[in-house]
């Protein structure tokens, strides 16, 4: 099986930076997504990583260690309406042909911006 | 584009009713999930379908079916409904694929109470 760690909840101040963690437990790892969800709507795609090292989109960052089970999503010059949970997803291959490979997402990371 | 669509967005029953989730996506994907989200547990996926005619069990599947005739909808049914199932329900849909940057695509949510 595979095993997701989050924070459960954080805050941080507007115009900061702030570093959400994950830390994962898998068998053939194949990817790692970070999905935001604001209150009461869809989860929506953020950024993926598969190799080690920093992806990064805008005011959003994304890093992955596979040695180390371990991703980070940074979120800079934070703005309010960057409140939302942050939800980590890690795809793990099931060693079998035909393409589906499962995805199970963490608990998500609540976290509030204050002024 | 439409992207996923869910129907409908709020529904109340009382236990032992019946009714069927729709999810209609129209971007061509090749997989469909149906996922429950509550309080403190995360994403967790009911079942999953990677093609027309194809159907399977995802992580809490008991007291659900799904039918997947065409390619573009999902449908989720309960067939005798328990309180147990008040929950907020996502559709998402995906490309098929070994791996690469494929996120979930989900729709608005579905918010279901049981009486």
């Known amino acids: 099986g595979q095993n997701i760690d989050q924070p459960t909840e954080m805050t941080a101040t507007e115009g900061a930076i702030v570093q959400i963690n994950c830390t994962y437990q898998?068998?053939?790892?194949?990817?790692l997504f970070w999905y935001q969800q604001h209150a009461g709507e869809a989860p929506t795609f953020l950024s993926y990583?598969?190799?080690?090292g920093l992806e990064e989109k805008g005011r959003f960052s994304s890093f992955l260690s596979r040695s180390k089970g371990y991703s980070y999503l940074l979120l800079k010059e934070l703005q309010m309406k960057d409140s939302a949970s942050y939800l980590c997803a890690v795809r793990a291959s099931r060693g079998n042909s035909g393409g589906y490979q499962k995805v199970t997402f963490g608990t998500g990371t609540k976290l509030q911006v204050i002024p | 584009n439409a992207g996923v669509t869910q129907t409908p967005k709020f529904r109340v029953l009382k236990t032992g009713q019946s009714m069927t989730l729709l999810c209609a996506q129209d971007?061509?994907?090749?997989?469909m999930y149906w996922y429950r989200q509550d309080p403190g547990m995360g994403l967790r996926l009911i079942h999953y379908?990677?093609?027309?005619?194809?159907?399977a069990k995802g992580e809490v599947p008991d007291g659900y079916n799904v039918s997947r005739l065409k390619k573009q909808n999902f449908l989720l049914g309960l067939e005798s409904a328990a309180p147990s199932q008040t929950s907020v329900y996502f559709c998402a849909s995906s490309k098929r694929g070994l791996g690469g940057n494929q996120p979930q695509h989900f729709g608005d949510g579905t918010r279901l109470s049981i009486l």
């Open positions: 971007m061509n994907h090749e997989y």
């Open positions: 898998t068998s053939g790892f194949n990817g």
């Open positions: 990583n598969v190799l080690d």
């Open positions: 379908s990677v093609g027309e005619g194809t159907t």
